[in-house]
């Protein structure tokens, strides 16, 4: 199976803070990485898919980018309602696989 | 708009079998896959199984090989996940979730808690 191994599994940032977090391919998964966010007792959100597309409802505050097996999300000035846990999903081989997940708290 | 809305809650003992129903509309039933996600108390997300709607194929997590079933009805566009011998650490909340053959996933289902105690 490929692991997802996502850092940090938290942190703490302030509202216009830009944040950024990880996710790291135990093997390649070409571009097949999406991310979620998830709040506290709902289901998640599909934020992007193929490591860089936005959903159509998304901010465009929020980016994804790749180096080699290690991808990552960015969101470029931290709103209040992105207060969130955050997971990290490869799609390029069965079982699909998810990464911890990061919390981003209010600092 | 879109909208997969999933059964309520359920309470089983160790070694019953529950069943989750996701009822699909606004959209065509055969065109988008049906992938089953968990997510035990305070804990990740979990892949589970996809089904296929117009074939019926389905393909499940190792872990769960045996134990889980998915099915269709085409008629009511309802996706159905059923989990046998359950154990204490089946206790989580069920997704479903739209999507590709391989993930791209757009829209969730609300969950379904399941809880397993004696």
């Known amino acids: 199976d490929i692991r997802m191994t996502q850092s940090p599994s938290s942190l703490s940032a302030s509202v216009g803070d830009r944040v950024t977090m990880t996710c790291r391919a135990s093997?390649?998964?070409?571009?097949?990485v999406a991310w979620f966010q998830q709040k506290p007792g709902k289901a998640p959100k599909s934020l992007i898919y193929?490591?860089?597309s936005l959903h159509s409802d998304v901010p465009s505050r929020f980016s994804g980018t790749e180096s080699g097996t290690d991808f990552t999300l960015t969101i470029s000035s931290l709103q209040p309602e992105d207060y969130a846990t955050y997971y990290c999903q490869q799609y390029d081989s069965y079982p699909l696989t998810f990464g911890g997940g990061t919390k981003v708290e209010i600092k | 708009q879109v909208q997969l809305v999933q059964s309520g809650a359920e309470v089983k003992r160790p070694g019953a079998s529950v069943k989750v129903s996701c009822r699909t509309s606004a959209y065509t039933f055969n065109t988008y896959f049906i992938h089953w996600v968990r997510q035990a108390p305070g804990q990740g997300l979990e892949w589970m199984g996809i089904?296929?709607?117009?074939?019926?194929?389905?393909t499940y997590a190792q872990k769960l090989q045996g134990r889980a079933t998915l099915t269709r009805d085409t008629s009511t566009g309802t996706v159905y996940m059923e989990l046998s011998s359950l154990r204490s650490e089946d206790t989580a909340v069920y997704y479903c979730?739209?999507?590709?053959?391989?993930?791209?996933?757009?829209?969730w289902g609300q969950g379904t808690l399941v809880s397993v105690s004696s």
């Open positions: 089904l296929n709607p117009y074939s019926g194929t389905t």
């Open positions: 093997q390649g998964v070409s571009n097949y």
């Open positions: 979730v739209r999507g590709a053959r391989m993930g791209d996933y757009d829209y």
């Open positions: 193929a490591t860089s």
